[in-house]
């Protein structure tokens, strides 16, 4: 796949993806709309995408998502589930596992309706387990306790997923998710696109770096920044090697002495940051939704494009419905479910 202009990407998205910008209306025309709730948007059914003969049906077959379930992100969710089974050559295959952080009965009746034929599962994710564990950091929603789920999900899921794909819910996939899912981790116990051009030692304070006995951490290893918002992870080694201990005992220590600012990522890049599986930089755009203080645009940066990822203070759905979207916020329209942007797509 060559590389991708933004206007390119946009051309691509609209009209050659497995239905079509005509078909994609059509579906709005005529969706279902559930009952709407006082607290769930209220979203279209999605089209209904079907397997193709060479796609398997055993267990192994499966392909495993983990992704957190919050009505404040719930627009989110359903466009990244969208855009996975869009572009999947086998939709059927794909299993959903929604993590949540309490029982929030119209966002499972939202997601049973705008996806009918959805494999999911939903696990109660206890904020109890870190509310006493997190410290502020630069940005209040780095701060809520299911942005710490994803450390535990080798205690949440079951046993027979052996490996899972976690995604945050800021994000489209472009392109087929099994060339992600079926990644050679090489005996690490997580995969990530790596970025060693970036600052590494931003991610610390200076406390932090004083310190030869936390700064020791690094040696041995060349680490490099990776986002947690994508990460393939064989849980079953996550478990064995006791990863979960590990990145709560750095969240004990920032308790105590202020060695990072930004939520639920240090203590990740603490344990892991060079020792993981590198993958292409296609399957993170990262970025897009600015920094974690104001949001400012972004534009996409170069090379070809898998996955688009509006991490940072600006969400695509808040800027787009407050009429100031950025360029890149176009890409992510095309997927939304929400009912009330039936108009302005169509426009």
């Known amino acids: 796949m060559a590389s991708l202009s933004l206007l390119s990407l946009l051309s691509i ?9 005509t078909a994609f209306a059509i579906g709005i ?13 209220v979203f279209r059914e999605a089209p209904a995408f079907r397997n193709g003969d060479i796609c398997g049906s055993s267990a192994s077959d499966r392909i495993h998502i983990a992704m957190t379930l919050d009505a404040n992100y719930l627009r989110g969710t359903m466009a990244a589930v969208l855009s996975i089974l869009q572009h999947s050559t086998c939709p059927e295959n794909v299993e959903f596992h929604f993590l949540w952080g309490k029982y929030e009965p119209d966002v499972l009746v939202s997601i049973n309706s705008t996806f009918p034929y959805l494999s999911f599962r939903v696990y109660r994710f206890d904020s109890n387990r870190v509310r006493g564990k997190i410290s502020k950091s630069i940005r209040q929603a780095l701060d809520q306790p299911l942005n710490y789920a994803r450390i535990y999900l080798a205690d949440i899921l079951p046993a027979d997923v052996k490996r899972v794909l976690y995604l945050d819910s800021d994000l489209v996939v472009v392109d087929d998710i099994v060339k ?21 030692t931003k991610y610390f304070t200076d406390l932090f770096w004083s310190d030869k006995g936390w700064s020791s951490t690094f040696e041995g290893r060349q680490p490099c920044y990776f986002n947690t918002g994508v990460m393939v992870v064989d849980v079953d080694k996550w478990r064995q090697g006791g990863y979960t201990q590990k990145v709560e005992e750095w969240m004990a220590v920032q308790k105590q002495k202020r060695i990072y600012t930004l939520g639920s990522l240090p203590p990740f890049l603490l344990v892991l940051a060079g020792n993981i599986k590198a993958v292409d930089h296609r399957w993170n755009q ?4 600015g920094d974690n ?3 400012k645009c972004r534009s996409l940066h170069p090379g070809p494009i898998s996955l688009l990822h509006w991490s940072g203070k600006g969400k695509p759905w808040l800027r787009l419905d407050s009429r100031r979207p950025c360029i890149v916020d176009h890409l992510w329209a095309p997927y939304d479910l929400y009912a009330s942007s039936i108009h302005s797509l169509e426009e």
């Open 13 to 21: 998205l609209l009209t050659t993806t497995t239905f079509t910008s």
């Open 29 to 41: 025309r005529h969706g279902i709309i559930r009952k709407p709730s006082s607290d769930v948007p």
């Open 180 to 200: 992600l899912w079926e990644v050679d981790l090489e005996g690490k116990v997580l995969a990530a696109p790596e970025y060693c051009h970036a600052n590494f």
């Open 286 to 289: 990262h970025g897009l939704g």
């Open 293 to 295: 203080l104001e949001g």
